[in-house]
């Protein structure tokens, strides 16, 4: 069986220093043809941030996912690696089924939805996190992080929607609660109101405290805390 240790777990936590600041903001992706990779990235509906050239020997363009930190770049002479040799590059979504949709929508081939098929690391398909053979469909449980889907670039550089609603423990401090997008925070909004509802059939009334509970489902989701009932 997996295991996944938590900074609670090991007793291992931030630097003792806690006064740097770490901020992952640039990933470099190999590519063979960089308009083509500038128009795929673009029909994926990513930011344009740069795309600058010194004559014909140096060229870097960046793109950014919406509501990402982190930013890619490709270009020429950026990257000794091989083109399409970047893979398990995971991309956190709360809404499996709409990212797939999104791209479908762009005309971007997109796997169907799958999930870890229990614990095994070996056999024929492309290893990812959760192992190396893949289950048709979205996990039943439909459980935070075990959902996936993949699409790559025109190089082969492999990308991965992963389904994330609740965050494990550690991840995010319970009073640090963000969103980055709207659609984020309306997903977290629905849930939470799905949630209230099992909640209000329980007490047998209407809460009239419900902001209050909205409030504390959302921040305790995205913390990893014990949800309210």
Same mark, same amino acid.
């Given at each position: 069986?997996? @295991?996944?240790? @938590?900074?609670?777990? $090991? ?14 903001? =640039? *990933?470099?992706?190999? *590519? ?39 930013? =890619?770049?490709?270009?020429?002479? =950026? $990257? ?12 956190? =979504? ?38 190396? *053979? ?31 609603? @609740? ?15 709207? $659609? ?16 209000? @059939? ?26 309210? $009932?």
């Amino acid at each position: 069986m997996t @295991t996944i240790e @938590t900074e609670r777990e $090991t007793g291992i936590g931030p630097s003792a220093s806690g006064s740097i600041d770490m901020k992952l903001e =640039v *990933v470099v992706i190999p *590519v063979s043809d960089v308009d083509r990779a500038k128009a795929f990235y673009a029909r994926l509906g990513w930011r344009l941030d740069a795309d600058f050239a010194s004559g014909d020997d140096w060229r870097v363009i960046q793109f950014t996912p919406p509501g990402s930190a982190c930013s =890619v770049i490709f270009g020429r002479n =950026v $990257t000794a690696a091989a083109p399409g040799s970047a893979r398990g590059l995971y991309l956190i =979504v709360s809404d499996l089924e709409a990212a797939r949709q999104d791209l479908l929508d762009r005309s971007i081939e997109v796997s169907a939805p799958f999930h870890g098929a229990g614990d095994l690391h070996a056999g024929p398909d492309e290893p990812y996190l959760f192992g190396s *053979v893949r289950a048709g469909g979205i996990d039943p449980k439909r459980g935070s992080y075990s959902s996936f889907a993949s699409f790559s670039d025109p190089d082969g550089n492999g990308w991965l929607f992963q389904e994330v609603t @609740t965050r494990l423990p550690g991840r995010i401090a319970g009073d640090g609660a963000t969103f980055a997008s709207a $659609t984020d925070l309306a997903a977290a909004l629905r849930r939470a109101a799905i949630a209230h509802g099992e909640h209000e @059939t329980r007490t047998g009334g209407h809460d009239e405290n419900w902001p209050d509970w909205y409030a504390d489902y959302i921040v305790r989701e995205q913390a990893g805390q014990e949800l309210p $009932t």
